[in-house]
Nanobody
Framework: QVQFVESGGGLVQPGGSLRLSCQAS????????MGWYRQVPGKQRELVAV???????TYKDSVKGRTTISRDNTKNTVVLQMNNLKVEDTAVYYC???????????????WGQGTQVTVSS
């Protein structure tokens, strides 16, 4: 069973910064791509940024230049550093990991419980 520990959400003023962190754990698993998605009520969950096992990154266009994703493969941790936050960045942010599970010989998406980010003055 895969478990996630997310941290770093909260309330910040426009122009401020937040750092989201997520650690995945489990027995007999192999973690591939990790990243962050976000969702607001009434809308589909959308990609914010992902990073592959070899460090290749992909960002949502609207966060490019003010967001950096990184990972530590030794700790199965992914970090999202967000700067110059805007009101439209307000959402629940979900940690994501593509994980191979030995027990079920399956490769699939796994999600954290989500952390609220609110950008407001």
């Amino acid at each position: 069973q895969v478990q996630f520990v997310e941290s770093g959400g909260g309330l910040v003023q426009p122009g401020g910064s937040l750092r989201l962190s997520c650690q995945a754990s489990g027995s007999d698993i192999k973690i591939y791509t990790m990243g962050w998605y976000r969702q607001v009520p009434g809308k589909q969950r959308e990609l914010v940024a992902v990073i592959t096992l070899d460090g290749t990154t992909t960002y949502k266009d609207s966060v490019k230049g003010r967001t950096t994703i990184s990972r530590d493969n030794t700790k199965n941790t992914v970090v999202l550093q967000m700067n110059n936050l805007k009101v439209e960045d307000t959402a629940v942010y979900y940690c994501y990991a593509q994980i191979y599970t030995v027990a079920t010989t399956s490769l699939g998406p796994h999600w954290g419980q989500g952390t609220q980010v609110t950008v407001s003055s």
